[in-house]
């Protein structure tokens, strides 16, 4: 696996080495080993799956401390934008964000610390997402940012007029009225 590093700090985007052939392809998609040695100590504990049709935009989650998430996403079909925004006290990069493309062809993955918010937006017709956890879901210390917040510089592409949001989301805070409960 390549490890490809963002702007910020924690953040990367993994790239799989794929074996194809005539029969098909191959590729390891997680390796608890490599992982370790190429990105960092990190032990997952929980697998989700979505599926979602085109427009739907989910986040900006993250869980409050003490059950704060790392995440390691794909795509298994489709194509979606992935956003990690930084929404640690103190960070140099405090509400920036990096956004990848991830897609059922080119099997990246993204990589997302404790101390971000995370969300994404479907642009194909449907789109299987899947991520890891480092610590099982606690409903009580869920916690977003508004994924329309346009101070966040995020480029979603897709219209506005076709976003669909859960109500949940649309309560989400402006960064710019939000306490965040992680330091750098």
């Known amino acids: 696996m390549e490890v490809i590093k963002t702007d910020i700090e924690g953040v990367v985007i993994i790239e799989p080495r794929i074996f194809k052939d005539a029969r098909g392809y191959f590729f390891e998609s997680f390796s608890q080993r490599e992982f370790e040695e190429k990105v960092g100590h990190v032990e997952f504990v929980q697998d989700n799956e979505s599926m979602s049709s085109y427009g739907v935009m989910r986040g900006l989650h993250f869980q409050r401390p003490p059950y704060t998430q790392a995440k390691l996403v794909r795509c298994v079909r489709g194509k979606v934008l992935d956003v990690a925004v930084d929404i640690r006290k103190g960070s140099p990069t405090y509400g920036k964000h990096v956004a990848v493309e991830l897609t059922e062809d080119n099997h990246r993955q993204f990589f997302i610390p404790k101390g971000f918010a995370h969300g994404f937006a479907v642009l194909s017709e449907t789109a299987v997402f ?24 995020i480029d979603w592409c897709i219209p506005t007029e076709y976003a669909i949001l859960s109500e949940k989301d649309t309560k989400h805070p402006l960064l710019k009225d939000f306490s965040s409960p992680f330091v750098f």
């Open 130 to 153: 899947q991520y890891k956890c480092d610590e099982f879901y606690h409903p009580e210390t869920d916690g977003g940012i508004s994924i329309l917040d346009d101070s966040l510089g």
